[in-house]
């Protein structure tokens, strides 16, 4: 498996993976504006190449935010997510990065798992933030130690 940079050409594969895996899903023209957006990390999954999954990060200063993270249905349970997880701590570590923050489904146990073992925690909940269904969201934080020096918390 390979993490590279998202391009307009995976546009369809992105658009996919997204409709399959995250309700309300985003249009083309979303993905397609932070392709283009100095101030994201979009990164891609690829397998034999596939592309199963992606992450995308917008850049905030000295902070960052997870707008997205999907990994196609088949290659779930597989680390593809925790891959590009581990790809997006180091281009935040590397990049002076000091926080990154996120918002997950309340019932999304899956991915708060996921979240935790990496080093996020909870620090608050956004209530009725999710549509399709109506759900809270749980606002979780990671906190990078020393990043001018590339070291993870």
């Given at each position: 498996m390979?993490?590279?940079?998202?391009?307009?050409?995976?546009?369809?594969?992105?658009?996919?993976?997204?409709k399959e895996a995250i309700a309300p899903s985003w249009s083309d023209e979303s993905f397609?504006?932070?392709?283009?957006n100095e101030y994201s990390c979009f990164q891609l999954a690829e397998f034999d190449n596939h592309?199963?999954?992606?992450?995308?990060?917008?850049?905030?200063?000295?902070?960052?935010?997870l707008l997205r993270i999907a990994v196609e249905k088949s290659?779930?349970?597989n680390n593809v997510a925790d891959r590009l997880l581990f790809s997006m701590l180091d281009y935040t570590s590397v990049n002076?990065?000091?926080?990154?923050?996120?918002?997950v489904r309340h019932s999304n146990i899956a991915a708060i798992n996921l979240y935790n073992k990496h080093g996020f925690t909870k620090i608050g909940t956004r209530i009725d933030y999710y549509t399709e269904p109506t759900e809270d969201a749980i606002i979780m934080r990671?906190?990078?130690?020393?990043?001018?020096?590339?070291?993870?918390?």
């Open positions: 390979i993490i590279r940079t998202a391009t307009v050409d995976d546009l369809p594969y992105i658009s996919e993976i997204d397609l504006n932070e392709i283009n592309i199963v999954g992606f992450c995308l990060l917008k850049l905030l200063g000295d902070e960052a935010e290659y779930r349970r002076k990065i000091k926080t990154i923050f996120l918002e990671y906190r990078i130690r020393n990043s001018e020096y590339g070291i993870r918390s």
